[in-house]
């Protein structure tokens, strides 16, 4: 068990997540990050520690998660096809596909939390659904997508994740 891998992946996985965040300057002090923002942090950190990691991003469906239907079908033009950012890490002539979306605290809404992970194996993923994977530097994929809707479910979303103007301010000094 690699206790300092663990360590490092917690620590990233207890970012509030909060979709389409916008942060101005990215490290460990964020109050909240989206999924691109937190592999990034998650890949800075276990790099400067020696670890080898690459760039994986996948594509899943928000249908696969327990969102309402409400917030599900503002996305009639975008579908709800969405790409994903996670990230490889090297460990013991292993590839392990190390995902720290979904803070422990989701788990009451349903999604699919890595608790306790061993460091050994993937974590959980992004949904329990299909996802499809791919590597960036070698593939492009495009979905539809119209900012006005996206940016339209993200509030939504982040306000049924329970964010408000105050969550940071009151939660993350």
């Known amino acids: 068990m690699d206790n300092k891998l663990i360590t490092l992946f917690n620590k990233i996985q207890a970012v509030p997540y909060k979709c389409r965040a916008e942060i101005s300057k990215l490290d460990l002090n964020v109050p909240y990050a989206n999924c691109s923002q937190k592999r990034e942090l998650l890949k800075r950190t276990l790099d400067v520690e020696g670890y ?94 119209f900012p006005d809707e996206r940016e339209r479910f993200a509030q939504e979303l982040n306000k049924w994740l329970g964010w408000n103007d105050n969550y940071a301010k009151n939660n993350f000094k």
Not at 67 to 92: A, W
Not at 102 to 129: A, M, R, Y
Not at 134 to 143: E, S, V
């Open 52 to 145: 080898k990691t690459r760039y994986l991003d996948g594509i899943f469906n928000w249908k696969d998660l327990p969102i309402p239907p409400n917030i599900l079908r503002i996305l009639k033009k975008s579908r709800t096809l969405q790409k994903h950012h996670l990230l490889e890490v090297f460990i013991d002539g292993a590839i392990l596909k190390v995902d720290p979306t979904w803070n422990l605290e989701l788990e009451c809404k349903g999604f699919p939390v890595t608790k306790n992970w061993d460091g050994k194996s993937d974590t959980k993923q992004i949904t329990n659904g299909k996802i499809i994977y791919y590597n960036p530097k070698i593939q492009t994929l495009k979905l539809p997508y």
